[in-house]
């Protein structure tokens, strides 16, 4: 299994980078999903992990990260929107996960779990709901690799993006400069190049790309939208 270094080394190869959701993938036909998202360059996979009670929705676990495991080499971000995270960390990164998420309002030891991810080999990530300030996570970030806004309110693919949570891209930064920053949660063309200026390096979407024809073509004009917003003025 891929160390956390060369994980790392892999997501910062070239940044910003789109991941898809999962969430929203044709779960019927799912070896042949993932191969079409790696012929379309995509290099990040994020697997959205619903329990139903942390969030409403209730979606996998840890079979289908390691079926998706088994048919790609891309890395496999996991977002745990879940209750008692805690229990299941070690059995996530044998299924497969390079960066496992946590969010900070279902934990009540952050710097804990965020060592304990660390301690498997994998990445660790720390999401943040809208409603939810910078510095609950401040204190504990230099325990995690990675911190995750959510743009939505987590548990529902296709819902509107809010843009007044980009403010906290740049508090995040400024805490934890070296911290990879996430975003999740209406990413389109039309939100892409914003969430880059204010600061996400990672950006995953759901509805951008697998309501298209062609992942491919969705997959390069949103990386094209958010490598432009860089240079932009």
Do not use: W
Request: some cysteine; charged content about 20%.
């Amino acid at each position: 299994m891929e160390s956390s270094r060369s994980t790392l080394s892999r997501i910062r190869h070239q940044l910003p980078q789109i991941l898809p959701s999962m969430l929203l993938c044709d779960f019927g036909n799912l070896a042949q999903e993932v191969v079409r998202l790696q012929q379309a360059g995509v290099r990040i996979l994020h697997l959205d992990i619903m329990d139903g009670v942390f969030v409403p929705n209730f979606t996998y676990g840890m079979t289908v990260v390691q079926a998706i495991r088994g048919t790609c080499d891309m890395v496999l971000d996991c977002h745990l929107m879940m209750v008692h995270p805690e229990r299941y960390v070690e059995q996530f990164r044998a299924a497969g996960a390079d960066v496992i998420t946590v969010h900070q309002e279902a934990v009540n030891d952050l710097a804990g779990i965020g060592r304990a991810i660390r301690a498997t080999g994998a990445l660790a990530g720390v999401a943040l709901n809208p409603d939810t300030p910078v510095e609950t996570v401040a204190a504990d970030l230099n325990c995690f690799d990675l911190a995750l806004v959510m743009s939505v309110q987590p548990g529902f693919g296709g819902q509107a993006f809010r843009p007044e949570v980009l403010a906290k891209l740049g508090e995040l930064r400024e805490v934890a400069p070296d911290i990879l920053l996430e975003i999740d949660g209406g990413v389109s063309t039309q939100t892409v190049a914003r969430c880059v200026q204010a600061g996400a390096q990672l950006l995953v979407a759901g509805s951008a790309v697998f309501r298209a024809e062609d992942y491919g073509d969705a997959v390069d004009e949103l990386s094209q939208l958010a490598h432009n917003s860089l240079v932009a003025p």
